[in-house]
């Protein structure tokens, strides 16, 4: 991680190495945070945070859900968003605010303590699309389930959420895979570890419904209405561990991976192994939309 710029902490902006919390914050030990993942990309016209009010509602619909009380209103977040990343003079950088339960009194019940914020930026050019901008990841089908609603608020982007991802992930990895896809408690495709999926089979295009307990992820969202502005549309059904095996096509999708490309699912080889058409014209349009070269949808950027 390169230290750049500086990390705004409850309202001031720190230097990054300074950034520092306690070690006996409450979230630390008790996953009580809720956070964001955001882009700003280094458009022709300058540099520009992608879908930022879409961003700043789901930080805040993940603090209600879990009863956090948000010490700032929606127009400081934003405000403090835009100003981090002026301040970290980079062009281009991923985005993480983050709200959580801070130090003060230890134990369960997270509420006798401050709720703190941070917003941080950083260089991160291939997020977590390494394996799949370019040729295509090599997915497993994680032992693990999917956590879902019954259990804690899946809609939420909570910490809490993330121990059971990152099971998935490690499994994955430690198998020489890049990546997991998760199935929920009833045996329907779910999400990855930390991104949608979509599966292209005779060109139809299809992704699980938010019911099979994927987060409600914003570049799914952008995905789906770049298809249908171009006249395509996007089948929402449940989809089984099979319909992966036979698919032509796999991608996924997150602000970290952006588009990426899905070659292999287990032993198995989707469609020729190869990035598929489909995926590689989506990942060239969702670019251009993010760099601002569609006018289409010049008002997800909020330059900076
Ligand atoms: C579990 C999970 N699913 C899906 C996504 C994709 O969401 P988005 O496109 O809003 O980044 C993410 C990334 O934030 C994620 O962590």
Redesign the pocket.
Known sequence: MKEIGKIWMNGKLVPFKDAKVHVLTHALHYSTSIFE?IRCYNTPNGSAVFRLSEHID?FFKSSKLYSMKMPYSKKEISKAILKTVKTSGLKECYIRPIAYYGYGTMGLTPTGNKVDVSIACWEWAMGESKAGKFSGAKCKVSSWIKIDSRSQPMQA?AAA??SN?ALARVEALENGYDEAIMLNLNGKVA??????IFIVKDDIIQTPPLSAG??E????DSVIQIIEENGGFVIERDLERDDLYGADEIFM????AEVKSVTQIDKVKIGNAKMGKITKALQKSFKDVAMGKDERFLSWLTFI
């Open positions: 993942g789901r982007k959420n993330y991802a999400e990855g570890s930390a991104e949608n994927g987060l992820g914003i570049t799914r999708t997150g602000t970290a």
